[in-house]
């Protein structure tokens, strides 16, 4: 199985770039996971409807051209879910859920707190309240793949510039602690470092000072999984060679049938 998720900072800004072409031409893939979509279900591209002739699902945020997230699976799910239960957060469209029965595979937008103090407010909001998400997804009892932009680096190793960020959103102690207890208290597996412990693997990049070219950047976007689907992993590549929004698609690849 073969799971790929991309902020796109915008659907039909990333279409302009490529983003359907690549996704019809990308192999094997059986769930594509997007967020910030920025754009309402009538709004998305047609060739991004079902590409590859995929079930696909949808989550726009109910200010227009704001945030959103979508879902793309080779198979059709037997549920698909658009919410975890706190309306300030599912307003914005930013968890969609595809329900494979023995699997679920979520498409998550964790807020950004770089504009501001009420932004990044909100963003602990948010921390506060997933995590009663994440522990009853582990009691299901099947496997879970979370996929999606955290918005935060967990480890100094997750960005080039850690000593100068440590005051600010995305490299905040409590936000670090926050995702530490998701991987050793809830039990949700960072599937990427299982896989690659190489420094400067990142996945978004800063559009000022040529941070692209020269690789200064924060790893962002995350697979996180249930320990025994994280187990089956067995390769994961951070996507460069076309450039579709400020991040870059994480692709992994799992022993294990959808």
């Given at each position: 199985m073969r799971i790929v998720t991309l902020n796109a900072n915008g659907i039909r800004s990333a279409n302009n770039k490529g983003l359907a072409n690549w996704m019809n031409s990308l192999r094997g893939w059986d769930v594509f996971c997007l967020q910030e979509m920025k754009a309402n279900v009538e709004d998305v591209p047609e060739e991004?409807?079902?590409?590859?002739?995929?079930?696909?699902?949808?989550?726009?945020?109910e200010k227009k051209g704001y945030a959103g997230t979508a879902l793309w699976s080779k198979q059709k799910p037997v549920n698909v879910i658009k919410e975890f239960g706190v309306g300030e957060f599912d307003r914005e469209?930013?968890?969609?859920?595809?329900?494979?029965?023995?699997?679920?595979?979520?498409?998550?937008?964790?807020?950004?707190?770089?504009a501001g103090p009420e932004r990044q407010a909100?963003?602990?909001?948010?921390?506060?309240?997933?995590?009663?998400?994440?522990?009853?997804?582990r009691k299901r009892g099947k496997e879970v793949v979370i996929c999606g932009d955290f918005n935060i680096a967990h480890k100094e190793i997750d960005l080039k510039n850690y000593k100068s960020n440590k005051k600010n959103s995305g490299f905040l102690p409590h936000e670090r602690e926050w995702l530490t207890h998701v991987f050793d208290e809830i039990g949700f597996v960072d599937v990427f470092r299982t896989?690659?412990?190489?420094?400067?693997?990142?996945?978004?990049?800063s559009n000022r000072g040529n941070a692209y070219a020269n690789n200064v950047g924060w790893r962002l976007d995350y697979q996180i999984a249930t320990p025994g689907i994280a187990a089956t992993a067995k390769k994961a590549q951070i996507y460069l060679e076309e450039k579709f929004s400020d991040h870059a698609p994480l692709i992994i690849d799992y022993d294990f049938a959808l």
């Open positions: 991004l409807l079902r590409p590859k002739k995929s079930h696909g699902h949808f989550h726009p945020a469209g930013r968890y969609l859920e595809a329900d494979f029965g023995h699997v679920a595979v979520v498409s998550l937008y964790l807020p950004s707190g770089a909100s963003k602990d909001r948010f921390l506060v309240e997933f995590p009663k998400h994440l522990r009853a997804l896989l690659d412990q190489r420094a400067e693997q990142y996945t978004w990049w």
